[in-house]
């Protein structure tokens, strides 16, 4: 299987990516291709989508790269902080550039849609200093966002949308055992799969 996991975290040694490698050394143990995508990493930065005429626009080598990554995959992992209720402005630019018409979903005219990425799912981990069952409502926008209006628009099955919350809360160790039963989850969801 091969596993797509794209971080967003302006640290290198933060909770983002030690929830990424943890997840990524369960499912090289289980013999899968794993790729990792740090949207932080000079290779990966992107200027803002920017046209004057979409007919005119044309995508850049990293909108294509992050493309086939994608095409690629059979699981796309997406591991991020909560910030203002949704992910980091740096990942909503990577689902812009790479989450293409033609490439995701294609429109037809009255307004029909296809899934093209059928077959593919994903997993959504997350942490925030608030409580972490206040992100799994539906109704709030972390839940929306990539399980109805980006992966579920394209066909992509979310199977896990997990949140570790309290990692403000450092008095006694609270945030440090929050985000170790925290990894406990994710590495039992890397083996489920």
């Not at 972490?132 to 066909?155: A, E």
């Amino acid at each position: 299987m091969n596993i797509l996991i794209v971080t967003a975290h302006p640290s290198t040694k933060g909770h983002t990516h030690i929830i990424a490698n943890t997840y990524a050394k369960e499912k090289i143990a289980k013999n899968d291709n794993v790729k990792i995508v740090d949207l932080y990493a000079k290779e990966n930065r992107v200027e803002l989508l920017s046209f004057e005429n979409i007919k005119e626009f044309e995508q850049s080598d990293i909108q294509k790269k992050f493309q086939r990554d994608v095409a690629w995959a059979d699981e796309i992992v997406v591991v991020h902080p909560i910030w203002w209720g949704t992910p980091p402005s740096i990942m909503k630019s990577w689902t812009e550039l790479t989450f293409w018409s033609g490439f995701a979903y294609k429109y037809y005219q009255g307004g029909k849609t296809d899934k093209l990425l059928i077959g593919k799912t994903a997993k959504v981990f997350a942490t925030c200093g608030g409580p972490s069952w206040y992100y799994n409502l539906p109704i709030l926008p972390l839940y929306s966002f990539w399980k109805m209006s980006l992966f579920g628009f394209f066909g992509v099955k979310v199977t896990d949308l997990k949140v570790c919350g309290q990692l403000n809360r450092t008095k006694n160790g609270v945030a440090e055992r929050a985000f170790q039963k925290f990894l406990k989850k994710v590495v039992s969801s890397a083996r489920r799969s």
